[in-house]
């Protein structure tokens, strides 16, 4: 049994891994931490985990965190790189669901987030966390940085377009909405049912934090230098992201059959992407707690832009679940343990 270390249990991605965890057939969580609840229960926090854990929270401590299999930094920014150092040190192996790591140059990692990157030194060793791109490097990862929910939905879209060099990469656009669960678990104005509820808006259109990753992993599976306009939106839902993305083709002879094809055919052998048939319009409670990514292609009235719907919940596939993912496949354990959880209707 894969014994698992959780810092920061007490957000949503850390609910999250503790659900989807409770379920998984070899694995078992042992150390739980937060600072704020130390010595609660965790299913006193959260009843809906009752019956499935006997555990409290705990202060993080490094020498026991290393003695766990593997540990998830479920934790906002900047407090995984001021543990990182201790941890790889103690031969732990590492999956951090906060942007810590993401981002490969700190200069730009400094620019964006407000603040000099601890740990530097580290960022050259961390494997970016996308398994259908990246699988190979993710096995023999110490340490693995888990996408965001965004950069999750807009590089699975765009990937077999990328990849093939069939469209214009200084042209790419993604319009994507996001659940208020993606802003986390935190008492903020912006976030009160009353604030959000019947309404729909964009925000941060000059630059948003995952716009840099995004387009570090675009041209990882490019090749080249992209471009991308990032538009992102909240939308008054609890979970769920629905990323429409546009990109212009660089050969008008290419069929939409083709590409549906071609998608079809990148996509065979990943258990937790789906491309639907060609027309479909996917909503975002066909993925409501699963690790599943939805993608329907659409080339309107037959011009040369490509239309990609691109469905995830984004504390699953774009949190959570793809953490587990990644935990299934530094371990060499069953891809899909713990994560053939069928969506919630309605």
């Known amino acids: 049994m894969v014994k698992v270390g959780i810092v920061g249990g007490t957000g949503y991605t850390g609910v999250e891994l503790l659900r989807l965890l409770a379920n998984h057939p070899d694995a078992e969580v042992v150390a739980i931490t937060s600072r704020a609840e130390k010595g609660v229960r965790v299913d006193e926090l959260y009843p809906s985990l009752r019956g499935h854990y006997d555990i409290r929270f705990s202060h993080p401590d490094p020498a026991v965190l290393a003695q766990c299999d593997v540990v998830f930094f479920a934790t906002p920014h900047n407090v995984a790189m001021n543990m990182m150092p201790e941890l790889l040190a103690l031969d732990t192996r590492v999956i951090d669901l906060s942007a810590d790591f993401r981002i490969q140059d700190h200069q730009l990692w400094s620019q964006w987030y407000g603040e000099p990157h601890a740990c530097p030194e580290l960022l050259a060793d961390a494997v970016y966390g996308l398994p259908e791109f990246n699988r190979q490097a993710i096995k023999g990862a110490q340490l693995v940085a888990c996408p965001g929910c965004y950069p999750t939905s807009v590089q699975l879209g765009l990937l077999p377009l990328l990849e093939n060099q069939l469209v214009d990469q200084q042209r790419l656009i993604a319009n994507a909405a996001s659940g208020v669960s993606g802003a986390g678990r935190q008492a903020k104005i912006d976030n009160l049912n009353a604030e959000v509820s019947d309404s729909y808006k964009a925000y941060a259109i000059a630059g948003h934090r995952?716009?840099?990753?995004?387009?570090?992993?675009?041209?990882?599976?490019?090749?080249?230098?992209?471009?991308?306009?990032?538009?992102?939106?909240?939308?008054?839902?609890?979970?769920?992201?629905?990323?429409?993305?546009?990109?212009?083709?660089?050969?008008?002879?290419?069929?939409?059959?083709?590409?549906?094809?071609?998608?079809?055919?990148?996509?065979?052998?990943?258990?937790?992407?789906?491309?639907?048939?060609?027309?479909?319009?996917?909503?975002?409670?066909?993925?409501?707690?699963?690790?599943?990514?939805?993608?329907?292609?659409?080339?309107?009235?037959?011009?040369?832009?490509?239309?990609?719907?691109?469905?995830?919940?984004?504390?699953?596939?774009?949190?959570?679940?793809?953490?587990?993912?990644?935990?299934?496949?530094?371990?060499?354990?069953?891809?899909?343990?713990?994560?053939?959880?069928?969506?919630?209707?309605?």
């Open 210 to 346: 995952h716009l840099p990753e995004i387009e570090q992993g675009l041209r990882a599976i490019s090749g080249n230098e992209v471009q991308l306009t990032f538009a992102p939106h909240l939308v008054p839902m609890i979970r769920g992201m629905h990323s429409t993305l546009y990109a212009e083709l660089v050969d008008s002879a290419v069929s939409l059959d083709e590409i549906q094809s071609l998608y079809e055919d990148r996509f065979a052998g990943e258990p937790f992407v789906d491309v639907m048939p060609q027309g479909s319009h996917p909503q975002t409670r066909s993925v409501k707690g699963a690790n599943h990514c939805r993608l329907a292609i659409h080339r309107p009235q037959g011009r040369d832009t490509i239309v990609v719907l691109s469905i995830i919940d984004n504390l699953v596939k774009g949190a959570s679940g793809q953490a587990v993912q990644n935990m299934n496949i530094m371990l060499g354990l069953d891809e899909t343990a713990g994560l053939n959880t069928v969506a919630l209707m309605p």
